[in-house]
T-cell receptor
Framework: DTAVSQTPKYLVTQMGNDKSIKCEQN?????MYWYKQDSKKFLKIMFS???????INETVPNRFSPKSPDKAHLNLHINSLELGDSAVYFC?????????????FGQGTRLTVV | GDSVTQMEGPVTLSEEAFLTINCTYT??????LFWYVQYPGEGLQLLLK?????DKGSNKGFEATYRKETTSFHLEKGSVQVSDSAVYFC??????????????FGQGTTLQVKP
């Protein structure tokens, strides 16, 4: 059983399109995250939800809209895709908020905007 | 702002060589420190962590010690294997008043181990 699963794994789309990435965790965790990894492998947090409540929004363009229908799911919708959105997007979860808690990562979604 | 700095890669070693990957941080307060590893085509996995000064994290032959006086958390392994080839990320969490679990990552260091 995959702990944190993302779909799709690869996504190639044209500029201007709208796309969604889905994430599900079966670990019973309270907290979920989206991270973006750029072409130089640098990772930066985008959003975090705790018990379906948004707790982190790191100056991400409002074309990006996360949605958490329940504790186990955190989806990412991107409107009007731009070339600069090309990256690997990682979903992660942790048992709770807090500085000591381990984050469990999904396998990533490689988004290519052409 | 809060940040993590890792040594530039790539690091290329022969099998059984000694590994050190340097990591230093800048943070207000007392963060928790982590090393994550990313194997090709996969997500990140926690390798080890330390939550207070002088703690030593260890796993799979890797170890790192939380040094508050030098704000460092260097990763070491006595004898690397080809299977250790991956990208290694140093990260911190819990700085200032933030207790969200948000991770701040270093830029990653690519390790290539040759037989």
């Amino acid at each position: 059983d995959t702990a944190v699963s993302q779909t799709p794994k690869y996504l190639v789309t044209q500029m201007g399109n709208d796309k969604s990435i889905k994430c599900e965790q079966n670990l019973g965790h309270d907290t979920m995250y989206w991270y973006k990894q750029d072409s130089k492998k640098f990772l930066k947090i985008m959003f975090s939800y705790n018990n379906k409540e948004l707790i982190i929004n790191e100056t991400v363009p409002n074309r990006f809209s996360p949605k958490s229908p329940d504790k186990a799911h955190l989806n990412l919708h991107i409107n009007s895709l731009e070339l600069g959105d090309s990256a690997v997007y990682f979903c992660a979860s942790s048992p709770r908020q807090g500085r000591n808690t381990e984050a469990f990562f999904g396998q990533g979604t490689r988004l290519t905007v052409v | 702002g809060d940040s993590v700095t890792q040594m530039e890669g790539p690091v290329t070693l022969s099998e059984e060589a000694f590994l050190t990957i340097n990591c230093t941080y800048t943070a207000t307060g007392y963060p928790s420190l982590f090393w994550y590893v990313q194997y090709p085509g996969e997500g990140l996995q926690l390798l080890l962590k330390a939550t207070k000064a002088d703690d030593k994290g260890s796993n799979k032959g890797f170890e790192a010690t939380y040094r508050k006086e030098t704000t460092s958390f260097h990763l070491e392994k006595g004898s690397v294997q080809v299977s250790d080839s991956a990208v290694y990320f140093c990260a911190l969490s819990g700085v200032g008043s933030s207790n969200t679990g948000k991770l701040i990552f270093g830029q990653g260091t690519t390790l290539q181990v040759k037989p």
